[in-house]
């Protein structure tokens, strides 16, 4: 019975809440638009913007010689989610079946496990890093540790599910995804979307003037 | 109450294999999954012989013991048999078999093994006897037709027997006494038995003149 | 007539397969009555052998190795008989689940009990109006990064463990079985992360744990446990410093073990399995316990012990009464702060760059 609801409606609802509220967001920062700049521009903004985009995924010189281990931490988490996420085979099995119809090739089962690993070693030592810093803890607020607990959730179900042979523990590892689904838009995990418009737009901006930065 | 078990004599056996591809085929068990194996010793060396090995269905089975979830039992048969859908696929039966009767669909890294799978004395398993569910976990439930397992029932030396432990016995008795006899007869050992001397055979011909 | 000659022949010619001969010798010893009597039916039920356990006991009792080859491939599929199974079946069974569960019991037991008459250690001074850096923000986060993990491994271990006596009763086999694959699936998951934990744990705290003079000592007074008075030690005391090395050589042999269950992909027979599993078993609840017991310490056992894990800074009287050596060379440094500027540092207000900077090198 319950199971059904997780199955069915609420996917259905909380995909929907989720697109919506995503296309949403968007389109308010992108209609929000851009003062006019009159100045005479002294390079190119598009070139800034694309620069600024691809740049940015390598830290900052100031960045690399504080911490290192929450550095490493954050590429540990982003590229090993982004890695189960989209290439572990449940989860292309799941998409082609419920969203889109298309698959495309997986990595070795080994490979999905290793990159769960990454991903759960650089998310606990993320969250401590963010409420044992003194400073870190004072910069987060309830949403940040909403998000954080909600995709640790998300993570660990679908690591006790991994045996995908017990309907509840599926069950359990989906209501999980469907709840970061709709919290997903209105918080600040937007950011795996918005990274692309602030960067831009901070690039856009400094090509124009013809900063490189 | 009947009590099946296996026996495999090894005087007979000839490692044809047979009873390995009749599991297979009569189970559909997966790629990589061999309920029965024929095990030679000294293969190809003086006293050579062969075994076919399964799961005996022990009385006080090791398995059962020592799995954590508690999936294994026993039918009034005397077959062990296990639930797939209880199983979590740890791998502590297959340490703790002493025939390595236990198998696994997977090896992969992380123990992922999936559900265990072993001989199921052509019995199924805990599901309505032969519903597709169970077809499909276990394979055939030959008993609940009134036949006996597949391996046994066309081993072509009649090597392999699997029946009533007390029928089988009584078998297993007379050929010994049978061979026991011989080596009375005889006056050399069973074992020598290839070596014996030769019949009076000199000048003998199966072509007619 | 015959028997002599059986004998005979066996004596002088151990090199072949003899196993079955050995079951003609049984066999021919009652041969005559037997020959004469009707087969079976007559017999009495207790004279009937089950000939597969004849020949099975034969083959594991004979001298020649049980292994032998087959068209099966597969690790271990020559093998026709494997004795240590049932070892450890033994082990597991009637030695691991009762001795450990007893063994883990009495840690709580004793505990409980030391608490009904020790109480919670007080900072005999009381809390004083300063404290001192004592973990930087880095080795807080792996000390917590490595205890989550080793929670997360305790309680799934403890479960599939002790799952069949204690929770089946409780829960039903259905239920179990859903909570034991999770357990399995994020054991085996989240196991290889404490090695990781381990390494970064170990190289950030192995320096302040060599043993000195001064450890011999403590051990001698008991710690302090037996009497009243605190013995002298230095940034971590020699239980501590034994835990550490605990941690460090048994977590070495359940990390080890871990990795050849975790990956049966080295052609590791089932001895091995065994093996490590007997190894993974007991260093796992042998850390298990001694952590039991560190956690006691943390959260009940002493006043202001978790304080410098949980803020990075200790009271004063406290690592006065602890760690005096340490508190002493501390304070000698200047590096004591007023709990104002501590709770400016860790609450309140943003970094001021000049105390920033100890911070970090803070319990250097």
Redesign the interface.
């Known amino acids: 019975m319950i199971g059904q609801f997780i199955d069915g409606p609420l996917w259905t609802f909380s995909l929907t809440v989720f697109l919506i509220g995503v296309v949403w967001r968007i389109a308010a920062i992108l209609m929000a638009g851009k003062r006019p700049d009159l100045a005479t521009p002294k390079g190119s903004a598009g070139a800034g913007a694309l620069r600024a985009v691809f740049s940015r995924f390598l830290p900052e010189r100031t960045v690399t010689t504080q ?1 290192r ?1 929450p550095l490493i931490a954050g590429y540990l988490f982003h590229l090993g989610l982004f890695a189960l996420l989209f290439f572990a085979q449940p989860h292309i099995d799941f998409i082609a079946e419920k969203i889109t119809g298309l698959s495309w090739p997986a990595m070795p089962h080994w490979a999905f ?1 290793v990159a ?2 990454f991903a ?2 650089g998310l ?2 993320l969250w ?2 963010r409420i ?4 870190t803890r ?1 910069l987060s607020d309830l949403d940040d540790h909403i998000g954080a607990v909600l995709v640790f959730l998300v993570m ?1 179900t679908g ?5 995908q ?2 309907e ?2 599926r069950l359990i590892h989906l209501l999980s995804a469907e709840l970061l689904l709709i919290y997903f838009p209105f918080s600040k995990l937007m950011h795996a979307f918005t990274f692309v418009m602030s960067r831009s737009y901070t690039g856009a901006t400094m090509g124009r003037k013809g900063v490189n930065a | 109450m009947a009590r099946m ?4 004599d ?2 007979r056996c000839i490692e044809c ?1 047979a009873c ?1 591809t009749a599991c297979k085929n009569e189970n559909e068990v997966p790629w ?1 999954v ?1 309920r029965r ?7 190809g ?5 062969s ?1 076919s ?1 399964a799961c ?1 269905h022990c009385s006080d089975a ?1 398995c059962a ?7 294994f039992y026993t039918t009034q048969d005397g077959v062990v048999l296990h639930d797939k ?8 039966c ?7 009767a236990p198998q696994f669909p997977e ?5 992922t ?1 999936g559900k265990m799978d072993k001989c199921t004395f052509c019995a199924g398993g805990p599901e309505a006897d032969n519903s597709s569910d169970e077809q499909r976990k276990y394979g055939s439930n030959r008993l609940a037709e009134g036949k006996l397992p597949l391996c046994a029932e066309m081993c072509s030396t009649k090597a392999l027997l699997a029946g009533d ?2 029928t ?3 078998i ?3 050929r ?2 049978n ?3 011989s ?2 007869a005889r006056g050399v ?4 038995a290839s070596f014996r001397a030769p019949y009076s055979a000199a000048g003998k011909s199966s072509a007619k003149e | 007539m ?1 028997r002599p ?2 004998l005979q ?1 066996d004596d002088g010619d151990g090199r ?3 196993w ?2 050995l ?2 010798i049984l ?2 010893l009652p ?1 005559d009555t ?2 004469k009597e009707p ?2 039916k007559d017999l009495p ?1 207790a004279a ?5 356990a004849e ?2 006991r034969d ?2 009792q004979r001298d ?1 190795p ?7 491939r ?1 690790v ?8 240590y ?2 070892q ?2 033994k082990f ?2 009637q030695q691991l689940i009762p001795v450990g569960g007893y063994a883990l019991m009495g840690i709580v037991i004793a505990l409980a009990v030391f608490y009904l008459m020790r109480g919670k250690v007080p900072i005999e001074g009381s809390e004083s109006d300063k404290k001192l850096p004592r973990y930087s ?2 080795e ?3 000390h ?2 490595m205890a ?2 080793f929670l997360f491994l305790a309680i799934t271990g403890l479960i ?2 002790f ?2 006596p204690v929770l ?1 009763p409780m829960l039903g ?2 239920a ?3 909570l ?7 054991h ?3 196991g ?2 404490f090695l ?1 934990a381990l390494i ?1 744990v170990f190289s950030q705290f192995v320096r302040r744990n060599i043993y000195q003079k001064g450890d011999l000592n403590w051990l001698l007074k008991g710690g302090g446990i037996v009497g009243k008075k605190h013995v002298s030690s230095n940034f971590f005391n020699m239980g501590e410093k034994t835990m550490f090395w605990m941690l460090v050589f048994v977590g070495a042999v359940i990390v080890i073990s871990g990795l050849v ?5 080295f052609g590791q027979g ?1 001895e091995w ?2 093996l490590a ?1 007997v190894g993974h078993a007991i260093g796992a609840l042998l850390m298990i316990g001694v952590i039991i017991g560190h956690i006691y310490i943390g959260t009940i056992g002493m006043q202001g012990a978790i304080e410098g894990m949980k803020t ?1 800074y200790c009271d004063l009287n406290w690592a006065k009464e602890h760690h005096d050596l340490w508190a002493g060379r501390a304070e000698e440094r200047g590096e004591a702060l007023s709990n104002e500027e501590v709770a400016q ?3 309140n207000h ?2 001021p760059s000049s105390l920033g900077v100890r ?1 970090q090198e803070a319990g250097k």
């Not at chain 3, 049980?66 to 099966?72: D, I, K, L």
């Open positions: 911490g281990l496990i769960a690993e759960f070693a606990i030592l401590l890093h044992l810093h003194p400073v004072l660990l690591c006790l599910a991994l045996a042979a017990f509840p523990l | 078990k296996f026996y495999c090894p005087e294999n390995v990589g061999n194996r024929v095990v030679t010793i000294n293969d060396e003086e006293g050579e012989r075994l090995v005996m090791p013991t020592v799995c954590p979830v508690d999936c859908d209880i199983c979590i696929g740890c791998g502590y297959f340490y703790a078999c002493p025939f390595g090896d992969g890294a992380f123990a093994r432990a007390d089988i016995a009584d297993y008795r007379k010994i006494i061979r026991s006899a080596v009375m050992s069973y074992r020598d | 015959i000659k059986i022949f072949s397969a003899g079955l001969l079951l003609l066999y021919s041969l037997i020959a087969i079976s039920a009937v052998l089950n000939p597969a020949l099975w083959v594991r020649q049980t292994t032998g080859s087959t068209q099966v597969g271990d599929s020559g093998v026709l008989i494997n004795a199974g049932d450890w079946r597991r069974m923000t880095y807080r986060m792996i917590w990064f989550s993990i599939l463990l799952g069949r089946i086999k259905e179990f079985s859903i034991a694959s999770a357990c399995k699936e994020g085996n998951l989240i290889p992360l990781f970064l269950l975790v990956f049966p992909l089932r399995m065994e599993h990075g540092l860790t609450h943003p970094l911070t």
